[in-house]
């Protein structure tokens, strides 16, 4: 019996040990912030700063190195302009939402010294944009929603940098800008996401 416990107390302490030397490989993301239309004009000009939400799982392939396989969320409001008593009545809606999944390669660098980790980021995924209703009782608006496009599903990349923050045990904060490009029919549609995040060990 006695000798039960020293092997299970032995192989208690040999996992520990290897555990630490060995630290979880996987990491949680959650961020978000806000979203900058850039480019064509079309979809700059129509639509305000939207706001985007994501959450991703990282393993880390190298030491530096992760893959995040991730989720995320981008809503961009159409922008009517302040005045709309042209059109008769307020209107609403009209919204460019768009779901991406996609992977990011996210390569950090080492600064012994230092409290803050720069890092740089890249990737493609798929987009799935879905443009909203207009809503109003006019019959402009019904004009309107029928030259809404229909959902669309296209491959986008994106590319950033950033920087992390240790801020706990078992949990870090980020700060992060990213050129987003999405192979939309014509011109790209390209806009850029500011996020603030935590990286979860």
Not at 40 to 50: C, I, L, M, Q, V
Not at 103 to 127: E, H, M, Q, W
Not at 168 to 173: A, C, E, K, L, R
Not at 180 to 196: C, Q, R, W, Y
Request: proline content about 7%; glycine content about 10%; hydrophobic content about 40%.
């Amino acid at each position: 019996m006695k000798k039960c416990m020293y092997v299970l107390v032995a192989m208690f302490v040999l996992t520990s040990v290897a555990s630490a030397q060995n630290p979880n490989p996987f990491n949680l993301y959650l961020g978000g912030a806000i979203s900058i239309p850039n480019s064509p004009a079309e979809f700059a000009d129509s639509y305000k700063t939207g706001l985007h939400g994501f959450v991703g799982v990282g393993y880390s392939v190298m030491p530096n190195l992760q893959a995040i396989g991730k989720i995320e969320f981008n809503r961009f409001p159409l922008d009517l302009g302040s005045d709309q008593s042209f059109l008769g009545e307020d209107i609403t809606g009209g919204h460019n939402n768009m779901w991406m999944f996609g992977v990011d390669g996210r390569y950090t660098f080492s600064l012994p010294s230092a409290p803050i980790k720069p890092f740089l980021l890249g990737g493609v995924g798929l987009a799935r944009i879905s443009p909203t209703q207009l809503e109003g009782t006019s019959d402009l608006v019904a004009s309107l929603n029928e030259f809404q496009p229909d959902t669309q599903n296209k491959v986008y990349f994106n590319v950033g940098a950033g920087i992390e923050l240790k801020a706990g045990p078992m949990w870090q904060v980020f700060a992060q800008v990213r050129y987003v490009s999405v192979a939309t029919e014509g011109d790209p549609a390209t806009f850029i996401p500011v996020s603030l995040g935590l990286k979860f060990f």
